[in-house]
């Protein structure tokens, strides 16, 4: 607490500004030579500002203390020397350094042809830094077909972004440079917007709520922090004087009139709907003044239901129903500016959602989880971020605070007091799922994020330096069921009495007979919350040299401390120190050389510490088999055993119980201590090493003429310290001849193991006792990934055309030997024989987009993404097992590295075939009146529809990115496939 207040201080004690900045560069057209101590005025009428400055001696103004909005224009006016000048409308984003090159032609003399001003005078190109970014505006998101107005789905249109396989239904569905989504850092207009236990958005922003959206990928200033991977930063919307909003409805009748597959596909949430899903949406936003250029808001709503249908389908009960359940979103914005003074002003930004999942029971094709098993995922989030700016002289700042809340409950059940049955038939089949889900897992975080940034002004050199904290409480409740879990068998006549009682798909746990026979019961020992803080400390400095009117250079130094690192050591990662370095050569007025070098350190995802706290125990018997790693020298001789155990969840099975009647957790406290496990962790001795990458990129930029923008990127970036798992007691490596397979059993790859398991036991120093585990798993950072690309980019604004397009091409390669924060090795912890394509690797990716303006009011765009195919993992089939080196890893739905490969075959040595998906939108605005507008939308998804097997975005243990046999086998089992044509309808209401 000592550390917050201390924080609060400073805070309140320090001057404060905005950090957006635009650099003018004013040019005599004639010679190309700048023009010192020249009058220019930037404005934007919508907030009737105006700020006036002189030209330097490198004939560049800064103007400073900007908001980020759209509508700003550079003019000068006209001198006994020069004609007025005007550029065209500027758009300024959050966090923004943005450059701009104002042409003065000279007053009574014809232009020369080669003097380069054919067009408007202002260059669009970043002439300022290295930063290798990307941008999409909120007119053209408007354009592009996207489903449900998810921004996600339009980030892959940007270079170096592509559509990411996850590990489960929720994850990001995005991929930065090709890696893991979950460490892709997430802003909301320059503030945090990650939820740190797995990772991905706390609040899902919707496209009404954004004025434009930026991805940086590499070389970006050392203000930002975090990730190894990229950064999407959304700057959202702002009212003016001018009262504006809209009012949507758009449906998504599914099914009904889509293309047909046999195939599930996902919703907005990433889970697999089927039939009967239909999508209806709708909300509005409305941004005006309160008082007029003093107070501003923007007021965003928007909602969500999804219909879909299951089916509950058990001949043997007699029952076969549609099942409908509904998902509901729910997401709430809005944003007040207040300008109290010319050089001091505030802004208060909200943003509510609620998001409801629901498990209705039933499957896609038929299951046998009654009604009564039903439950809801729930994903709740709030942000409330507090911006005061101010100036004074040439230092400037500003201050930061937000608060946020995520609640992430996987489960919540309609019966949260049941027990979970599941009920077998006399052939062991399951007849019914009723009751309790099973399971609890409920994370709760409550963050609190301090931020300040300084910068100070000299003529030719601007410094930034800033502080950033962040503190987050998370809570977990995890774990098996504390009201228990039971498995029972039904004789033949109980079967007949339930079927001859209509009961149907009301069947509930009391609608079991008493007298069933019980096959197991398991019941959670340990049913509480458990959790930790998390503090993470930043710093930078950086300088922004221009050294001439053409060179700019950076020079930048950032420091990151996460308390998470710690783990089960005495102290945490305290070395993390991050240069930044990168230029800007301007080549001519129209076009720029840049490159750079940076490091940039990742956060800890909260879920490594949870996993090993909540996975571990610290029974006797467990501390016995640490000790004896410790002793055979494969944990460190300064272990702390108390410092790497925690009392987690535990379950306890019997065998034979009365139904309904089991003992509750309390009376089988006594089990926990000699409890046997397949597989516990501990917190990691050493502690982490923060994950980080290098970064190189070189680039060319062209500003062909006013509408039209040329850009190159080489990039690559090399991950280090990236996390993986650590078998401590892992089986000895084994070696499966292609030519002559031969399978261990479980027993003989247990007799390997550092502690030997022999029926559930282990005998150290010759006691023998049973409370320890086949597998003790710790996280360790010490993976690695390359990661290369060349991005080429064209763009066409439209101008005074009747089209616009955007074409990106970006050949790329990724490898590495980890993928995710549970990723193991095949054979024992052997890392070397993992190192391959990573699961989001692409070769090829392609991107266009095409606007057509036929007539006034309307847009037609063509939204084109083609890929290569996406890895294939290849696994063992036709040997009675997938577990062909007998360690119990070998699971087949798994893409982590656990599942055994194909012998032979390397780790994703295959490719799926490429994807090509073409996306239709057509809209037309009808004028009401003068300020008013009606606007009917169609959009077609995968308008050819093409049954692409990869390049979207899928959960891997669906995918098809694990195939049976070798590659030379041709074995191919269609697991899943991108949707078809689908159809997409709404109306839009503008003012």
Same mark, same amino acid.
């Given at each position: 607490?000592?550390?917050?207040?201390?924080?609060?201080?400073?805070?309140?004690?320090?001057?404060?500004?905005?950090?957006?900045?635009?650099?003018?560069?004013?040019?005599?057209?004639?010679?190309?030579?700048?023009?010192?101590?020249?009058?220019?005025?930037?404005?934007?009428?919508?907030?009737?500002?105006?700020?006036?400055?002189?030209?330097?001696?490198?004939?560049?103004?800064?103007?400073?203390?900007?908001?980020?909005?759209?509508?700003?224009?550079?003019?000068?006016?006209?001198?006994?020397?020069?004609?007025?000048?005007?550029?065209?409308?500027?758009?300024?984003?959050?966090?923004?350094?943005?450059?701009?090159?104002?042409?003065?032609?000279?007053?009574?003399?014809?232009?020369?042809?080669?003097?380069?001003?054919?067009?408007?005078?202002?260059?669009?190109?970043?002439?300022?830094?290295?930063?290798?970014?990307?941008?999409?505006?909120?007119?053209?998101?408007?354009?592009?077909?996207?489903?449900?107005?998810?921004?996600?789905?339009?980030?892959?249109?940007?270079?170096?972004?592509?559509?990411?396989?996850?590990?489960?239904?929720?994850?990001?569905?995005? $991929?930065?440079?090709?890696?893991?989504?979950?460490?892709?850092?997430?802003?909301?207009?320059?503030?945090?917007?990650?939820?740190?236990?797995?990772?991905?958005?706390?609040?899902?922003?919707?496209?009404?709520?954004?004025?434009?959206?930026?991805?940086?990928?590499?070389?970006?200033?050392?203000?930002?922090?975090?990730?190894?991977?990229?950064?999407?930063?959304?700057?959202?919307?702002?009212?003016?004087?001018?009262?504006?909003?809209?009012?949507?409805?758009?449906?998504?009748?599914?099914?009904?009139?889509?293309?047909?597959?046999?195939?599930?596909?996902?919703?907005?949430?990433?889970?697999?709907?089927?039939?009967?899903?239909?999508?209806?949406?709708?909300?509005?936003?409305?941004?005006?003044?309160?008082?007029?250029?003093?107070?501003?808001?923007?007021?965003?709503?928007?909602?969500?239901?999804?219909?879909?249908?299951?089916?509950?389908?058990?001949?043997?009960?007699?029952?076969?129903?549609?099942?409908?359940?509904?998902?509901?979103?729910?997401?709430?914005?809005?944003?007040?500016?207040?300008?109290?003074?010319?050089?001091?002003?505030?802004?208060?930004?909200?943003?509510?959602?609620?998001?409801?999942?629901?498990?209705?029971?039933?499957?896609?094709?038929?299951?046998?989880?009654?009604?009564?098993?039903?439950?809801?995922?729930?994903?709740? $989030?709030?942000?409330?971020?507090?911006?005061?700016?101010?100036?004074?002289?040439?230092?400037?700042?500003?201050?930061?605070?937000?608060?946020?809340?995520?609640?992430?409950?996987?489960?919540?059940?309609?019966?949260?007091?049941?027990?979970?049955?599941?009920?077998?038939?006399?052939?062991?089949?399951?007849?019914?799922?009723?009751?309790?889900?099973?399971?609890?897992?409920?994370?709760?975080?409550?963050?609190?994020?301090?931020?300040?940034?300084?910068?100070?002004?000299?003529?030719?050199?601007?410094?930034?330096?800033?502080?950033?904290?962040?503190?987050?409480?998370?809570?977990?409740?995890?774990?098996?069921?504390?009201?228990?879990?039971?498995?029972?068998?039904?004789?033949?006549?109980?079967?007949?009495?339930?079927?001859?009682?209509?009961?149907?798909?009301?069947?509930?746990?009391?609608?079991?007979?008493?007298?069933?026979?019980?096959?197991?019961?398991?019941?959670?020992?340990?049913?509480?919350?458990?959790?930790?803080?998390?503090?993470?400390?930043?710093?930078?400095?950086?300088?922004?040299?221009?050294?001439?009117?053409?060179?700019?250079?950076?020079?930048?130094?950032?420091?990151?401390?996460?308390?998470?690192?710690?783990?089960?050591?005495?102290?945490?990662?305290?070395?993390?120190?991050?240069?930044?370095?990168?230029?800007?050569?301007?080549?001519?007025?129209?076009?720029?050389?840049?490159?750079?070098?940076?490091?940039?350190?990742?956060?800890?995802?909260?879920?490594?510490?949870?996993?090993?706290?909540?996975?571990?125990?610290?029974?006797?018997?467990?501390?016995?088999?640490?000790?004896?790693?410790?002793?055979?020298?494969?944990?460190?001789?300064?272990?702390?055993?108390?410092?790497?155990?925690?009392?987690?969840?535990?379950?306890?099975?019997?065998?034979?119980?009365?139904?309904?009647?089991?003992?509750?957790?309390?009376?089988?406290?006594?089990?926990?201590?000699?409890?046997?496990?397949?597989?516990?962790?501990?917190?990691?001795?050493?502690?982490?090493?923060?994950?980080?990458?290098?970064?190189?990129?070189?680039?060319?930029?062209?500003?062909?003429?006013?509408?039209?923008?040329?850009?190159?990127?080489?990039?690559?970036?090399?991950?280090?310290?990236?996390?993986?798992?650590?078998?401590?007691?892992?089986?000895?490596?084994?070696?499966?001849?292609?030519?002559?397979?031969?399978?261990?059993?479980?027993?003989?790859?247990?007799?390997?193991?550092?502690?030997?398991?022999?029926?559930?036991?282990?005998?150290?120093?010759?006691?023998?006792?049973?409370?320890?585990?086949?597998?003790?798993?710790?996280?360790?950072?010490?993976?690695?990934?390359?990661?290369?690309?060349?991005?080429?980019?064209?763009?066409?604004?439209?101008?005074?055309?009747?089209?616009?397009?955007?074409?990106?091409?970006?050949?790329?390669?990724?490898?590495?030997?980890?993928?995710?924060?549970?990723?193991?090795?095949?054979?024992?912890?052997?890392?070397?024989?993992?190192?391959?394509?990573?699961?989001?690797?692409?070769?090829?990716?392609?991107?266009?987009?095409?606007?057509?303006?036929?007539?006034?009011?309307?847009?037609?765009?063509?939204?084109?993404?083609?890929?290569?195919?996406?890895?294939?993992?290849?696994?063992?089939?036709?040997?009675?097992?997938?577990?062909?080196?007998?360690?119990?890893?070998?699971?087949?739905?798994?893409?982590?590295?656990?599942?055994?490969?194909?012998?032979?075959?390397?780790?994703?040595?295959?490719?799926?075939?490429?994807?090509?998906?073409?996306?239709?939108?057509?809209?037309?605005?009808?004028?009401?009146?003068?300020?008013?507008?009606?606007?009917?939308?169609?959009?077609?998804?995968?308008?050819?529809?093409?049954?692409?097997?990869?390049?979207?975005?899928?959960?891997?243990?669906?995918?098809?990115?694990?195939?049976?046999?070798?590659?030379?086998?041709?074995?191919?089992?269609?697991?899943?496939?991108?949707?078809?044509?689908?159809?997409?309808?709404?109306?839009?209401?503008?003012?």
């Amino acid at each position: 607490m000592k550390s917050i207040y201390i924080w609060t201080l400073l805070l309140m004690a320090a001057s404060v500004w905005a950090q957006q900045d635009l650099t003018v560069s004013v040019l005599d057209a004639s010679t190309n030579k700048p023009v010192a101590n020249f009058s220019l005025t930037l404005e934007n009428k919508d907030r009737n500002f105006q700020s006036v400055q002189f030209s330097n001696d490198q004939g560049k103004v800064i103007f400073r203390n900007l908001e980020a909005l759209d509508g700003y224009q550079v003019r000068s006016e006209a001198t006994l020397e020069f004609e007025a000048e005007s550029s065209a409308f500027i758009s300024v984003r959050s966090n923004q350094n943005g450059t701009v090159t104002l042409l003065l032609r000279s007053r009574g003399e014809q232009q020369l042809q080669e003097v380069q001003v054919s067009f408007r005078s202002t260059s669009k190109i970043n002439q300022r830094d290295a930063e290798v970014s990307s941008e999409l505006k909120a007119a053209e998101i408007q354009e592009i077909p996207v489903e449900g107005r998810d921004i996600t789905r339009v980030l892959y249109r940007l270079p170096n972004v592509s559509q990411a396989t996850g590990f489960y239904p929720e994850a990001p569905n995005v $991929s930065i440079n090709g890696a893991n989504g979950l460490f892709t850092s997430y802003l909301i207009d320059g503030m945090d917007n990650n939820e740190r236990f797995l990772g991905g958005q706390k609040f899902a922003i919707p496209s009404g709520f954004v004025k434009d959206i930026t991805v940086l990928t590499s070389n970006f200033s050392a203000e930002y922090g975090l990730t190894g991977s990229g950064i999407v930063d959304i700057t959202p919307k702002s009212g003016s004087n001018i009262l504006t909003g809209e009012a949507f409805f758009i449906t998504r009748p599914g099914p009904s009139i889509d293309g047909t597959s046999s195939f599930a596909q996902r919703d907005l949430s990433g889970n697999q709907v089927k039939d009967g899903f239909a999508r209806y949406h709708a909300g509005g936003g409305i941004g005006g003044a309160f008082v007029k250029d003093k107070t501003f808001y923007y007021i965003n709503l928007e909602h969500t239901t999804d219909v879909k249908d299951n089916l509950l389908n058990v001949p043997a009960l007699g029952v076969n129903e549609t099942v409908r359940g509904t998902n509901t979103f729910n997401y709430f914005s809005t944003k007040v500016d207040q300008i109290w003074t010319k050089n001091f002003r505030s802004s208060l930004r909200a943003n509510v959602g609620m998001v409801e999942i629901e498990k209705q029971g039933g499957g896609l094709d038929g299951g046998s989880a009654f009604p009564s098993s039903a439950s809801t995922q729930q994903r709740n $989030s709030i942000l409330v971020a507090l911006k005061n700016s101010y100036s004074f002289g040439k230092l400037s700042g500003e201050t930061n605070i937000q608060y946020s809340r995520f609640n992430w409950d996987y489960a919540n059940p309609l019966n949260a007091n049941d027990p979970q049955v599941t009920v077998l038939g006399t052939n062991d089949e399951t007849l019914a799922i009723l009751g309790h889900p099973g399971f609890y897992f409920n994370t709760i975080e409550n963050t609190v994020q301090l931020q300040q940034k300084f910068k100070y002004y000299l003529d030719n050199h601007t410094f930034k330096f800033g502080l950033n904290y962040i503190r987050g409480e998370h809570e977990l409740f995890g774990g098996g069921n504390p009201n228990g879990n039971y498995t029972v068998k039904l004789s033949q006549p109980q079967i007949d009495a339930i079927n001859a009682s209509g009961i149907g798909s009301n069947l509930s746990i009391n609608d079991i007979p008493s007298e069933v026979s019980v096959v197991n019961y398991n019941v959670e020992l340990r049913p509480a919350s458990f959790g930790t803080h998390q503090d993470i400390y930043s710093a930078y400095v950086e300088d922004l040299w221009s050294i001439t009117d053409k060179l700019n250079i950076t020079l930048g130094l950032r420091y990151d401390y996460d308390n998470l690192s710690k783990g089960g050591a005495t102290e945490g990662d305290y070395n993390n120190l991050a240069p930044r370095f990168n230029f800007n050569y301007k080549l001519t007025n129209n076009s720029s050389l840049r490159g750079g070098y940076g490091i940039a350190y990742d956060k800890i995802n909260y879920s490594v510490y949870s996993d090993a706290l909540q996975q571990n125990t610290t029974s006797a018997d467990y501390k016995t088999q640490l000790q004896a790693f410790i002793d055979l020298g494969i944990l460190p001789a300064d272990t702390n055993l108390d410092a790497v155990t925690f009392n987690g969840n535990i379950s306890a099975n019997l065998a034979s119980v009365t139904y309904l009647e089991g003992p509750t957790s309390d009376q089988l406290q006594g089990q926990r201590e000699g409890a046997f496990s397949n597989e516990r962790r501990i917190l990691n001795p050493n502690g982490y090493d923060n994950p980080y990458s290098h970064q190189f990129s070189m680039g060319y930029q062209l500003q062909v003429d006013e509408n039209k923008l040329f850009y190159a990127d080489v990039v690559h970036n090399r991950g280090e310290n990236l996390f993986r798992l650590r078998n401590l007691n892992a089986a000895a490596e084994y070696t499966v001849d292609p030519n002559n397979v031969v399978v261990r059993t479980q027993e003989e790859a247990d007799a390997t193991r550092p502690v030997p398991i022999v029926n559930g036991t282990a005998t150290i120093d010759g006691q023998t006792i049973t409370g320890v585990a086949r597998n003790v798993i710790m996280s360790e950072t010490e993976g690695k990934s390359r990661y290369y690309a060349l991005s080429l980019n064209y763009q066409k604004s439209r101008g005074t055309d009747v089209y616009s397009y955007r074409l990106n091409y970006t050949l790329s390669s990724l490898e590495n030997d980890t993928e995710d924060i549970n990723f193991r090795a095949m054979d024992g912890n052997n890392y070397g024989n993992e190192w391959g394509p990573s699961l989001n690797d692409r070769t090829h990716n392609i991107n266009g987009i095409y606007s057509y303006y036929p007539f006034e009011g309307t847009t037609l765009t063509l939204a084109g993404l083609l890929q290569s195919g996406q890895p294939i993992n290849r696994i063992p089939i036709g040997f009675g097992t997938t577990d062909l080196n007998g360690d119990g890893s070998g699971f087949s739905d798994a893409y982590q590295g656990n599942s055994d490969r194909f012998p032979g075959e390397s780790r994703n040595s295959d490719r799926l075939p490429w994807s090509t998906t073409f996306d239709v939108g057509l809209q037309h605005q009808f004028e009401i009146s003068e300020n008013t507008k009606i606007e009917f939308r169609a959009d077609v998804f995968n308008v050819f529809n093409a049954e692409n097997l990869s390049g979207y975005s899928n959960n891997a243990t669906q995918s098809n990115q694990i195939q049976g046999g070798s590659a030379a086998s041709g074995l191919f089992t269609q697991r899943n496939a991108s949707p078809p044509r689908q159809f997409q309808f709404g109306v839009r209401y503008l003012f």
